[in-house]
């Protein structure tokens, strides 16, 4: 077993565990999972390398996977190789210029969110009155400018923005324990690099593992074994 290792952390988004980039070709969300922890176990026994959690993302994760029916085993081993942890709330300090950056950008977003709603509105005055009372085609159309301006909403006030406690959580987390972020969502990958933190892709993150225990030869007594 290699010694005197420098300790790497990580946490972990639920994004990580339910992005179809960490499968196999054919292969189930549970066998992926149940892979993937495999890796974090024996990274953590042979490479001190250790994976956290904040419980906020844990919960949201549990609730994730038991929608999905995996079996116990999955979350057994998930309450055995990663670790939950408050992030430290009121010990961690963040960069005033961070708080100045979300406040600039939230407003950007909020701004566009209403050019959305405008836009949906103009179009809504476009459709014909007349047909409101035979009904299914204005209905029709009504409806898809409200599907469009929920898919256009949506995607300028919260696509690419950390918009949960969850989120922040993460990031406060890594922060405080100088960890790298492993996550599949572009707005904490945005934000983790403000923070100054260092983040891996969730579909990359398996591969990291790997070749992190090949690197030492621990993949190859594994390969052997």
């Known amino acids: 077993m290699p010694t005197e290792l420098p300790r790497q952390q990580f946490v972990l988004d639920t994004s990580l565990f ?14 992926a999972v149940l892979r993937l922890l495999d890796r974090i176990a024996t990274a953590r026994l042979e490479l001190n390398i250790s994976c956290h959690m904040p419980p906020s993302i844990h919960d949201e994760l549990v ?7 995996v079996s116990e085993e999955v979350f057994e081993r998930l309450e055995t190789w990663v670790v ?7 010990g961690v300090t963040i960069p005033a210029d ?3 950056q979300f406040v600039d950008e939230m407003s950007d977003r909020v701004d566009r969110g209403l050019r959305v709603s405008e836009e949906a509105l103009r179009e809504v005055e476009q459709l014909d009155p007349d047909t409101l009372g035979t009904g299914e085609e204005y209905m ?12 256009k909403y949506r995607q300028a006030l ?13 990031l406060v987390l890594a922060k405080e ?6 996550t599949e969502d572009r707005g904490i990958i945005a934000w983790a690099d403000r923070f100054g933190l260092r ?3 969730g579909g990359q993150f398996p591969t990291l593992l790997e070749e992190y225990l090949r690197a030492t030869g621990v993949g190859d007594e594994r390969s052997r074994g």
């Open 177 to 182: 324990l100088d960890a790298g972020v492993v």
């Open 84 to 90: 939950r942890k408050s992030p430290d709330r009121y």
């Open 18 to 31: 339910i992005t179809e980039e960490i499968r196999e070709p054919d292969e189930s969300l549970e066998d």
């Open 63 to 69: 609730t994730m996977l038991r929608e999905r029916d």
């Open 140 to 151: 029709t159309e009504a409806d898809r400018v409200l599907s469009n301006l929920r898919d």
């Open 158 to 170: 919260r696509q690419g923005v950390l918009d949960s406690r969850e989120d922040f959580d993460l």
């Open 199 to 201: 983040y891996v892709r």
């Open 98 to 100: 961070i708080v100045y």
